[in-house]
């Protein structure tokens, strides 16, 4: 059986709006995915021309991460896309097959979100934004597929989708969505978070029995933050898919890109910081482990009596060294952040708040900056030259500013 020049070969599978085929091109000898709407849902011919009229324009869309479409057409009282055909599993057999890491959810997310970010600019809103439309090639590449239901913001035009109208898949539509309200590109981004929350929780943030509970469940309840419900899902990724799940349009990230830089954030915040934890633990014990062998030595091989002893931060901090003896100030720490007013701690120590000068002797320190609302920064410092060290951080908000 053939639709226009193409050439079934076999199906692939059935979805709500059409059967997809894998089928052949003789025209340039290439294997394409031809959709076809179902016979069923071809209701009007005002329906089949905006579904022509919408995938024609999908299909000047350009980007690695949404699925190529070359023709559509007509034939046999029905309508076809044909389009790239891809290799690799849809990604809801993908959560089913493993639990994705940390680094895989933020690449597969920045990948949709930077798709879904070139659409909206191009002003088509998908509005079915779900696992099983988005495709994992073998090379994880993301692949966002089946526009069918897309809406393309065009003021010239006439509105086609009637008052009331409720397009797309319920688990993972957006309140407005749910509700027959206009929506924009923050409803993607509002699905993009729903998928989010079930790649790091394996679950899905609403369920009900029924079409009405789950349509309940996404305009009244709040789901469990996923960091509450599994203390290793990463603090930042919780706290972004939180906010992408908010009721208020502009209470969520408000553009792809932003999305996009958020999660990327949610990977640098997150995986350094056991690296510097386990270092200085390990370098805080050989020299406790030494100074407790000399003190040892020095009281017991010795003979010599036990005497108070001062750390040499103390000694420093009066201008004198252990033998009472004036010594110069080695060293000085200037600590500067954006925003001011960060808490900095010293080996775990509160030191005082931005901008702080330090004088310090010469060593190695661990460096915590802190501050409400904004991802801690942390790293490990080696005061080894006389005179100021600068030290300036650039803290990172855990929203987007509005």
């Not at 059409?18 to 179902?38: N, S």
């Not at 709040?222 to 349009?249: C, F």
């Not at 969520?252 to 958020?262: D, V």
Request: net charge negative.
């Amino acid at each position: 059986m053939n639709y226009g020049r193409y050439q079934i070969k076999e199906e692939l599978g059935k979805g709500s709006m059409g059967v997809v085929y894998r089928a052949h091109d003789p025209q340039i000898d290439r294997l394409v995915a031809l959709k076809v709407l179902r016979h069923d849902r071809v209701t009007s011919e005002a329906f089949v021309q905006r579904f022509l009229k919408e995938a024609k324009a999908i299909g000047r869309l350009s980007h690695p991460n949404i699925v190529t479409v070359y023709d559509v057409g007509r034939d046999h009282g029905t309508i076809y896309i044909a389009m790239e055909f891809l290799e690799g599993p849809p990604l809801n057999e993908v959560i089913q097959e493993k639990r994705l890491t940390l680094g895989e959810i933020v690449d597969l997310g920045v990948q949709m979100a930077e798709a879904l970010d070139y659409a909206h600019q191009k002003g088509i809103v998908h509005r079915d934004i779900k696992p099983t439309n988005i495709i994992v090639t073998p090379d994880g590449q993301a692949k966002i597929t089946d526009f069918g239901i897309a809406r393309i913001e065009d003021p010239s035009a006439i509105q086609q989708t009637q008052a009331g109208e409720i397009l797309g898949t319920p688990v993972y539509m957006s309140p407005e969505q749910v509700m027959g309200r206009p929506v924009d590109g923050r409803s993607d981004l509002y699905s993009l978070g729903v998928i989010l929350y079930e790649l790091s929780t394996q679950k899905r943030p609403f369920r009900g029995d029924s079409i009405a509970a789950i349509f309940r469940a996404i305009t009244q309840d709040t789901p469990a933050e996923p960091a509450i419900t599994d203390s290793s899902i990463s603090r930042e990724l919780s706290g972004l898919v939180m906010k992408s799940l908010n009721k208020r349009p502009d209470e969520r990230l408000q553009t792809g890109k932003a999305m996009a830089e958020a999660l990327k954030a949610c990977l640098v915040e997150r995986e350094p910081r056991p690296k510097h934890r386990g270092l200085f633990v390990f370098i805080a014990f050989i020299v406790v482990s030494m100074v407790g062998g000399l003190a040892y030595y020095y009281m017991v091989a010795k003979g010599k009596p036990e005497q108070p002893v001062e750390s040499a931060l103390e000694f420093s901090s009066r201008g004198e060294s252990p033998s009472g003896v004036q010594v110069a100030r080695p060293g000085v720490l200037k600590v500067e952040s954006v925003p001011t007013g960060a808490q900095v701690f010293l080996d775990g120590s509160f030191q005082g708040k931005t901008p702080l000068t330090l004088e310090l002797p010469l060593g190695k320190y661990e460096v915590r900056l802190s501050l409400p609302d904004y991802y801690e920064w942390e790293a490990q410092l080696q005061l080894s030259e006389e005179g100021e060290t600068p030290l300036y951080c650039r803290l990172i908000p855990m929203e987007e500013p509005k």
